[in-house]
């Protein structure tokens, strides 16, 4: 297992427990928010986020998607920020399980790339960040069996 797989795995871990001692980091990641910092005045910079926060609200924070073999899911709408993305493959052929995740302004996070030399159910999780609102989907590679995908806020 790779450093970085090793870390990310360990974040997705240690985000919840960090949020509630309040020690997490607070990252903002939404485009909107961070052009409002741009403004020059207080009363302006407070009007910009006010109208963030009613477009983000609208939008939703959770997705299930599933599918079999290798493919695109359905699309969803998503709000940006962090979030924790957990998925299963049942794989019954020993496969690659190969994840992305596609969005608005082009773009592609790499979620997993799993070599499964066993047939067998394999779970997983990562922590993302989606810098944008907008609407997702993933693209599948190489399942060799059904998959489910979730996604949740840290």
């Known amino acids: 297992m790779s450093l970085a797989k090793l ?3 360990r974040a997705a871990i240690a985000a919840p427990v960090l949020a509630v001692l309040g020690l997490h980091e607070d990252v903002e990641a939404d485009a909107c928010t961070q052009k409002c910092k741009k403004r020059k005045t207080k009363e302006q910079k ?3 986020l006010k109208q963030c926060k009613k477009r983000a609200a609208r939008l939703p924070r959770y997705a299930n998607v599933n599918g ?3 493919g695109l899911s359905a699309s969803f709408g998503l709000a940006g920020g962090r979030y924790l ?5 049942a794989d019954a052929e020993g496969t690659n399980f190969i994840v992305h995740l596609w969005g608005p302004k082009g773009y592609e996070g790499y979620i997993f790339n799993e ?3 066993d047939p067998g ?3 997983y999780q990562v922590v993302e960040e989606v810098p944008y609102d907008g609407t997702y989907f993933f693209e599948v590679q190489y399942a060799g ?3 489910s995908i979730s996604m949740g806020p840290v």
């Open 115 to 117: 070599l499964e030399f």
């Open 145 to 147: 069996g059904p998959w």
């Open 85 to 89: 993305i957990s998925a299963t493959h």
């Open 121 to 123: 159910t394999y779970p």
């Open 68 to 70: 079999a073999g290798p």
């Open 46 to 48: 407070q009007r910009c």
């Open 7 to 9: 870390l990310t795995r």
